[in-house]
């Protein structure tokens, strides 16, 4: 289903940024990712469903069965009616294990094939949000996924299933007596009643326990980060002390979570038992009464307790239900503010021909531009070299052309197709991307520099060479096989360089965009990254350098000089290199005018 939207703002505000970078074309998914997930495990669950009805009819067997042993074997006094209807009441109990059994398995399959069916749309949207500068929640987003699939797994969802049987019951113990009816419908009432209160009065503390506890793993996993920083700088009295401020609070909003909890708990434990013991109170005058049988009084105190159950633990799973409804209300928001776009028709492979027209990019949680209006075009083959101070806009430009950052206004066009048209994951195996601040995974070196694809050993070996690291990672211990990343060795900045420029060469890409390639390269690594750029050139590839050291000029087609996200030059390297001599020729000169005649 095809969708424009027209985004009109009031002058000084911030219109929403479209999801696709330079367009407001997107193709969204009409269903929601949350509800076709669900509606996956709706097989699972309706099995789980009929399950329920044969564990509960299952159940009956323990009152019926003391019904008639108060009723029969104690006055006959029938030894051989007491083992048959032992062994009876044991086959209906071997039963009901296996169908909790069964259940169980059920339920967890269940919520397997929930996770599998919300996974890619889940993690599509949690890139999403990591740029949106109004939905970047993190960790939280799989913590909410989690939540959910163990709510469908454990038994939250057995209860669930279980809680129409309560009325049942309740009608059984009217058959036996309408006092007896009574009691337990008041029962079913008061838990209930008791059920709901537990929401009024525990909501506000899980909610507020949930966020102290969001900010403390954020703050603890950002001091993590910056581990070398925060050592090396002697911070790491000031960051315990305000991790420990964070998890005080979050402690003891916890900790009065857990009282609230503990103390509804035991309420509805009172309560049930309150009326149990009443049933049986009644349920022994009506015996004396002879209005019924003392068997029937203990049938109807343990299908009572059946009746109860379900609403008692309810209370009890009460924190897991608003955590539950909680993480189902925060992921729906999530998918409903970033829709899970449809893969566009797939394109043939690119030249390299770049067209950016009036380029406009907001960084995510930023207040204003940093790329206003920026437009110029590159055929395959050229080199285009982004110059400028810092804060220019120059990296960001360079985000926006990998499609790391959407565009808020303009187009961004690869051989024609706008950016929007491509499949993200598919242009970026036409793109070679060096970041400015390089992350490497988990993984061996190889895997790195395959994009933790499956390793083509050759692929990897000749992107090393053109990176000019093949010699540097056969120093490692283990060569290519040398595990990086957490737990493995701990590669200098000029390495991790070297690996992030092989892994931008692999695969030959059409377009290679680098921020920043040789700000930790030694002589003979920006020998290497010239020789690179050269490479690229003469295979007719599309080369884009951010940089802000001269050695690199040599070595493009064309510069583009930006000042405050705008282009101040763009044209041919030599007109722009003597348009700015030019300019400061001008300047130094007028400075100097100046100072004389004052």
Known sequence: ?????????RPGEIPPAPMQGGSDMTTTTTRSPLGTALRACFPALTATFVLSLFINASMLASPLYSMQVYDRVLTS??????VMLTLIVGVF?????????????VLARAGVQFEGTLRHPLFETMMKAELSPRHRFGQQIIRDAETIRDCISSGTAAIACDLPWTPVFVALCFLQHAYLGILSLLGAIVLFSLALFTEFYTRSSVERTNALANEASRFVAAALRNGEVVRGLGMGDIVLDRWSCRQSAMVDAHSTLVERGAAMHSVTKFARMAVQTSLLCIGAWLAIEQQISPGAMMATSIIMGRALAPVEQVVGQWKRIIAFRSAYRRLEELFQALPVTAAPTALPTPRGDIEVENAVVWPPAAGRPSVKGVSFSLKAG??????????SGKSSMARAMAGVWPLREGQIRIDGAAYSQWDQNRLGKHIGYLPQDIELFSGTVADNIARLAKVDEAAVVAAAKAAGAHEVILRLPNGYDTPIGEGGVALSGGMRQRVGLARALYGNPRLLILDEPNSNLDEDGERAL????????????TVIVVTHRPQLLAHVDRIMVMAFGKTLACGPRDEVIAKMRGQRVVVAHDRATASAAA
């Open 382 to 391: 050229e080199s285009l070299a982004i110059v400028g101070a810092s804060a």
């Open 530 to 541: 010239a020789h690179a750029m050269a490479q690229m050139k003469a295979a007719g590839r």
């Open 93 to 105: 109990l071997v039963l009901y294990g296996v169908l909790e059994f069964a259940r169980s398995g």
């Open 1 to 9: 289903m095809m969708s424009i939207t027209v985004v009109c703002a």
């Open 77 to 82: 006094r029938n030894l051989g009616t007491l």
